[in-house]
């Protein structure tokens, strides 16, 4: 079930926008109401206009692959990090796994959510960096953490293992064991945390947008959706609705994604 909402999601984000009015052109004169509010769901726009006359749908369509797109490059930035970490340490041991287990639990002493405030806000204050460079920065050097303490938990197990005692007996480099004996053998724990944190991401690039600190306008959004919808939640709660069942879907497709896979490679899980 998650495999198939990730991929009803993806096909959603990259051929939709094929079929959908622009979402950034206002239409003053047909997306708004006499009296200048936006248009509820109809034939032509199927998700309603927004209070400048945008089309909803293709605002939404835009948002979904915005997201997609700072969540993918975020989880892999993290995902570098965390598979460096959790293999040096793993297969190390002593003195340099304590050092790193030290630095991820400091990290992790803060809040996720608020660390990655802070980050993106420094950062794009400072101008450091620009567009949505901030975010999917931000949400790489914060995320790194539970995917270096679980690469590490296996890379252990298998640095301790009889065939890479094996190896190590018979004169193999320290590099050509993590790269043939160990990664391999950590492939499945790397995919189910890339999954989980794709999953969390996605919502936190959505919470970022949401305080304005996600990509800068006028790149839609749906955490920026959800902002600027707010104050027409009674008279038109589609402008909330929308982007909320978007942002809801998706984290709930790569969490189911994350646990089919966990259950996958994990032969205690399938019993």
């Known amino acids: 079930m998650g495999a198939g909402l990730v991929a009803i999601l993806i096909v959603f984000s990259v051929v939709g926008p094929l079929f959908v009015a622009d979402p950034l052109a206002p239409d003053i004169d047909h997306g708004l109401s006499a009296m200048g509010a936006p248009l509820p ?11 400048l006359g945008r089309d909803v749908l293709a605002r939404v369509v835009a948002g979904s692959a915005t997201s997609l797109s700072v969540a993918a490059v975020s989880t892999a930035i993290a995902l570098a990090i965390g598979l460096l970490i959790g293999l040096l340490a793993g297969y190390a041991g002593g003195r340099l ?12 002493s803060f809040p996720f959510l608020l660390l990655a405030i802070l980050l993106a806000a420094l950062l794009r204050e400072s101008g450091l960096a620009s567009g949505s460079a901030p975010v999917f920065v931000t949400l790489g050097i914060v995320g790194w953490t539970t995917m270096a303490r679980v690469i590490r938990a296996k890379a252990m197990t298998i640095a301790r293992s009889e065939h890479v005692t094996a190896a190590r007996a018979i004169g193999a480099r320290p590099v050509r064991i993590v790269m043939r004996h160990i990664l391999p053998n950590v492939a ?5 945390v890339t999954a989980l944190g794709f999953a969390q991401n996605l919502l936190a690039e959505s ?6 600190l996600g990509p800068p306008p006028p790149t839609p959004t749906c955490g920026r959706m959800l902002y600027e919808g707010r104050v027409y939640y009674r008279t038109a709660p589609w402008l909330v609705i929308a982007p909320g069942m978007v942002i809801l879907l998706a984290v709930v497709a790569f969490n189911l994604l994350g646990e089919g896979l966990r259950e996958f490679f994990d032969p205690k899980e399938r019993r």
Not at 97 to 108: G, Q
Not at 207 to 212: A, D, M, N
């Open 188 to 192: 499945g724990v790397v995919v189910v």
């Open 41 to 51: 769901p109809s034939a032509a726009s199927p998700l309603g206009t927004d209070h």
């Open 97 to 108: 796994d304590n050092a790193l287990m030290r630095l991820v639990d400091l990290v992790l």
């Open 207 to 212: 919470v970022l947008s949401y305080l304005g």
